[in-house]
Each structure stands twice: as C-alpha cells, then as structure tokens.
C-alpha cells in the first residue's frame, strides 16, 4: 500500500490550496481516506475524511473552508482548501486503513503567511 501526497506550498491568509493523494495497492473505492495534519509542537489531528460511499465528515476548524472529494478512476483524494489561515499551517498527510493496519503517505508542507 502506498499513499503519495502533493500540492502543499506557502500561501498568503486567505489563499487556496489543494491538496492530493494518490494511492496504490488497495481496492480504492472501497476504502476511506483521511488528511491529517501536524503543526510544530503539536498532535496529529483528522482534518477531513472520506468514506467508499462518499459521506464526509470534518474537524470543526476546517468546515465551511475545506472540501475533500474522490476521484476512485484516479485512485486520488483531494482536499480543496480555502480561506487559509496561519493555523492551518503544518504537514499534512493523508492516511487509510486496509487489512487491519494504517497506512500514511509521506507528508506535504503547507505554511500560511500572516
């Protein structure tokens, strides 16, 4: 299993970004995949997350700014994110389950400047 992560950057407050994972090694349209991001001193946390049958669910910091969607022809996961804000910075990584362990890819760098 393999989950391989891009489209972070250094964007302004208030930019956009998106955000993809493309993965490998898994029926993927049967799995649910989550992003999680990590800022400097603190935990990792589920930032969004998306279901086989394509039901959502979001950490409250992110809901009304972020969308995360699937391209199961691609294998991709995407998260759209707007309205970017210093907090949001961190690395962000995109993780499954499959056969009973976690997978997490390498993770992305998004930095939001004041």
């Known amino acids: 299993v393999q989950l391989q992560a891009s489209g972070g950057g250094l964007v302004q407050t208030g930019g956009s970004l998106r955000l993809s994972c493309a993965a490998s090694?898994?029926?993927?349209?049967?799995?649910?995949i989550g992003w999680y991001r990590q800022a400097p001193g603190k935990q990792r946390e589920l930032v969004a997350r998306?279901?086989?049958?394509?039901?959502?669910n979001y950490a409250d910091s992110v809901k009304g700014r972020f969308t995360i969607s699937r391209d199961n022809a691609k294998s991709t996961v995407y998260l759209q994110m707007n309205s970017l804000k210093p907090e949001d910075t961190a690395v962000y990584y995109c993780?499954?389950?499959?056969?009973?362990?976690?997978?997490w890819g390498k993770g992305t760098q998004v930095t939001v400047s004041s």
């Open positions: 993780n499954t389950n499959y056969d009973g362990m976690p997978y």
């Open positions: 090694g898994i029926i993927f349209r049967l799995n649910a």
């Open positions: 998306i279901f086989s049958g394509g039901v959502t």
